[in-house]
């Protein structure tokens, strides 16, 4: 499983700076009319995952709270998380 010394890695570092995304800056953007989005969909099981999902919460803590009465009703134990953010690009934010 571990392909740490997988020598068909090729060296890609003879192409970097040709590109420039460095000269964007991405920032969250607080704003109070959109609020964060968290949730998580349970991926546990063999063959099909159990797929139950959250839906859409606003905090961590309410997402830990979902989950860990999700875990104590089936035992369930994998999940995904996804998060929802707002950004804003700022061109030309490099030095
Ligand atoms: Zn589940």
Redesign the pocket.
């Known amino acids: 499983m571990p392909d740490a010394a997988n020598p068909a890695t090729p060296a890609r570092s003879a192409t970097r700076g040709r590109y420039r995304f460095r000269e964007y800056r991405v920032a969250a953007v607080p704003d109070p009319m959109t609020l964060p989005g968290y949730e998580a969909v ?4 063999e063959e099909h ?4 999902a959250s839906g859409t919460l606003h905090t961590p803590g309410e997402l830990t709270r979902w989950i860990a009465e ?2 104590a009703t ?3 134990e ?2 995904e998380q996804t998060t929802r953010a707002i950004l804003r690009a700022e061109p030309g934010a490099w030095q």
Not at 42 to 45: F, K, L, N
């Open positions: 349970c991926v546990t099981g995952d159990c797929a139950a999700h875990c089936t035992g369930h994998l999940y």
